[in-house]
């Protein structure tokens, strides 16, 4: 079975350019997380998607960041401008929303550099 | 100046040898903690899962152990293989949202 499928794998971009990345969920997960994992600050959770309905954004760092799920199937997180303290790798995970047992699934990441 | 980060607890062990990971976990509303290992250009992978209402749980070659008293979460690997070296998260589930929330982190490092 496809796991979850992120989008690029890595990422070089200067600083004030737009960043689009993507992630595919596991098909039949409803639930769809967007973190963020650094040095400094571990994994922090970003936003979350119930029914491609937004849940909780409270992590988002600020205005720049935004995410959509116009489908069950697609997601994207967008940064805009991009600055260099965005540099991190960011994880898509997807799980199964209301089964008290369902870990969340992970994708390997895109590894962002903003210059 | 010197950037800080996260200070990762570190743990090696003999191949061979079982390793002990632990974590203490916050909430003692949480009823579902994950265990996840997560090797170096990759995502954390699902190793294994106890529920609150459990105290033990094994799987192959693994161990999740459960005290909620003092909120203390333990993984046993036995016999452990350099297959094995990666960073391993605990994970907590609040009873009340879908929220999993994430400890720093300990590293292990197989030695053959």
């Known amino acids: 079975d496809a796991g979850v499928i992120q989008s690029p794998r890595h990422e070089v971009t200067e600083m004030g350019q737009e960043v689009t990345l993507r992630c595919k969920p596991i098909?039949?997960?409803?639930?769809l997380f967007w973190y963020r994992q650094t040095m400094m600050r571990g994994l922090e959770l970003l936003i979350y998607?119930?029914?491609?309905?937004?849940?909780?954004d409270s992590g988002m760092p600020e205005d720049r960041f935004s995410a959509k799920m116009p489908n069950a199937s697609f997601s994207t997180l967008k940064i805009q401008p991009s600055e260099p303290r965005d540099s991190a790798v960011y994880f898509c995970a997807s799980t199964q929303q209301g089964a008290l047992t369902q870990p969340q699934h992970f994708g390997d990441g895109t590894r962002l550099s903003i210059l | 100046g010197e950037s800080v980060g996260l200070h990762l607890p570190t743990l090696s062990v003999q191949e061979g040898d079982n390793s002990i990971i632990n974590c203490a976990y916050s909430?003692?509303?949480?009823?579902?903690f994950i265990w996840y290992k997560q090797e170096s250009g990759k995502g954390p992978q699902f190793i294994i899962d106890?529920?609150?209402?459990?105290d033990k749980r094994q799987g192959q070659r693994v161990t999740v152990l459960l005290n909620k008293t003092v909120k203390h979460l333990s993984l046993q690997i036995a016999a452990t293989q350099p297959g094995d070296s990666a960073v391993y998260f605990c994970?907590?589930?609040?009873?009340?949202?879908?929220?999993?929330?994430f400890g720093t982190g300990t590293s292990l490092t197989v030695i053959p």
């Open positions: 909430n003692s509303a949480s009823d579902y």
């Open positions: 106890i529920r609150s209402n459990m």
């Open positions: 998607f119930n029914n491609n309905v937004p849940i909780d």
């Open positions: 098909s039949g997960h409803n639930s």
């Open positions: 994970a907590e589930k609040f009873s009340s949202g879908n929220q999993f929330y």
